[in-house]
T-cell receptor, first 115, second 113 residues
Framework: GNSVTQMEGPVTLSEEAFLTINCTYTATGYPSLFWYVQYPGEGLQLLLKATKADDKGSNKGFEATYRKETTSFHLEKGSVQVSDSAVYFCALSDRGGAAGNKLTFGGGTRVLVKP | DTAVSQTPKYLVTQMGNDKSIKCEQNLGHDTMYWYKQDSKKFLKIMFSYNNKELIINETVPNRFSPKSPDKAHLNLHINSLELGDSAVYFC????????????FGPGTRLTVT
């Protein structure tokens, strides 16, 4: 079956530091890949996505590139802010079929940015 | 204008009770989902409905019964609540397009005592 593995947290950084959260996946076929963010006490928000190999998703200064050869979708941000403190989830979606569009999530990585 | 809404936001109840959580989306999506997030933040799909028809049921105990009166609503009814049901339950919706992103509701925190 499908699976997503992401680095365990918590990741603690100072403001303006560089952030990388590693994510690798196992899937049959060609999944779509997503990063979702969950701020404290809130639901999940889509941060960015990529639907095919070599696509780069980007939003709010975050970027991730769909790497089929390494089955990875690492999230990066060049200069984090305190407001980026949240839990980040990597996820994949089968492209239809019997599995529908269900999302398979990684375990989440808590990021804490200190002033 | 909330895209995906859930009620209630918090639910505290005793073991053995029956409770329901409601979800509504105003995005015009065809597919809706229920996910469970445990205390370690791990998220797992429970159910998916497409145009009121069940398409995913992920080995969830049959005490959990989803109901979709129309494609904008997906409710979750839970019978005989157990301590292990304590979690945050998220509703989501998406278009019926392979790989399309899902939009999540704010979650319902269920605490069973």
């Amino acid at each position: 079956g499908n699976s997503v593995t992401q680095m365990e947290g918590p990741v603690t950084l100072s403001e303006e530091a560089f952030l990388t959260i590693n994510c690798t996946y196992t899937a049959t076929g060609y999944p779509s890949l997503f990063w979702y963010v969950q701020y404290p006490g809130e639901g999940l928000q889509l941060l960015l996505k990529a639907t095919k190999a070599d696509d780069k998703g980007s939003n709010k200064g975050f970027e991730a590139t769909y790497r089929k050869e390494t089955t990875s979708f690492h999230l990066e941000k060049g200069s984090v802010q305190v407001s980026d403190s949240a839990v980040y989830f990597c996820a994949l979606s089968d492209r239809g079929g019997a599995a529908g569009n269900k999302l398979t999530f990684g375990g989440g990585t808590r990021v804490l940015v200190k002033p | 204008d909330t895209a995906v809404s859930q009620t209630p936001k918090y639910l505290v109840t005793q073991m053995g009770n029956d409770k329901s959580i409601k979800c509504e989306q105003n995005l015009g999506h065809d597919t809706m989902y229920w996910y469970k997030q445990d205390s370690k933040k791990f998220l797992k799909i429970m159910f998916s409905y497409n145009n009121k028809e069940l398409i995913i049921n992920e080995t969830v105990p049959n005490r959990f019964s989803p109901k979709s009166p129309d494609k904008a609503h997906l409710n979750l009814h839970i019978n005989s609540l157990e301590l292990g049901d304590s979690a945050v339950y998220f509703c989501a919706s998406s278009r019926e397009v392979p790989g399309y992103e899902q939009y999540f509701g704010p979650g319902t925190r269920l605490t069973v005592t």
